[in-house]
């Protein structure tokens, strides 16, 4: 019976995907994914570097209508329902940048289409057990999810905390060059004011 449900596990996770994408400036990547109609669909991004951390993304289903898009957006998480069999796309655009390239990082997540087994008596006993269960990988997907978001979060502000502190480091060696200067160049002119000059 253990076995049984770790294998109905197994069968019943979703496919879920995490990748890095490096966009360079005036680029656009498009990625596909063919589902059936009714399966949820899912797509959570975040800009980790380059620029303003902002992009550009489209979600286009099979018949070429927009599902979802936005504009110089540096994050989102989206679920919807396919209303149809197809390929669904999933496009990131930097063509707003004409120098800056971008790293994106996204995770797709596709559900299962439910199907129920009505043959068998005990159908529905395995059909409960196989919604707790998918409940539950649904549940573990969220935490992954979020949990490589809260990191890519770290990410990005560590960048910023440690580009932050590298220049108010050079400011500071720039000011104390600064104030050196000026300390030698008073120190110069007061020695040559004071002097006695012999005819």
Request: proline residues 2%.
């Amino acid at each position: 019976m253990i076995l049984n449900c770790i294998f109905t596990l197994v069968l019943l996770l979703n496919s879920c995907s995490a990748y890095f994408v490096t966009l360079d400036a005036n680029e656009e990547k498009c990625f596909f994914e063919k589902v059936n109609a009714g399966t949820k669909i899912g797509l959570t991004f975040e800009v980790a570097e380059g620029g303003f951390l902002d992009i550009d993304f489209n979600i286009v289903g099979p018949s070429g209508q927009s599902v979802e898009s936005g504009q110089r957006v540096s994050n989102g998480k989206y679920a919807f329902k396919a209303d149809q069999d197809g390929v669904y796309t999933y496009c990131f655009s930097n063509k707003m940048s004409t120098m800056t390239p971008k790293i994106v990082m996204f995770n797709t997540d596709v559900g299962e289409q439910q199907t129920l087994d009505q043959g068998h008596p005990d159908s529905g006993n395995h059909t409960k057990l196989e919604e707790m269960i998918k409940e539950l990988s649904g549940a573990l997907r969220t935490v992954k999810h979020e949990q490589d978001y809260m990191n890519l979060r770290e990410r990005v502000h560590r960048t910023i905390n440690e580009s932050t502190n590298s220049r108010v480091v050079m400011w500071s060696f720039f000011e104390a060059f600064v104030l050196l200067t000026m300390t030698a160049g008073q120190v110069y002119y007061l020695k040559r004011f004071f002097e006695v000059r012999r005819l």
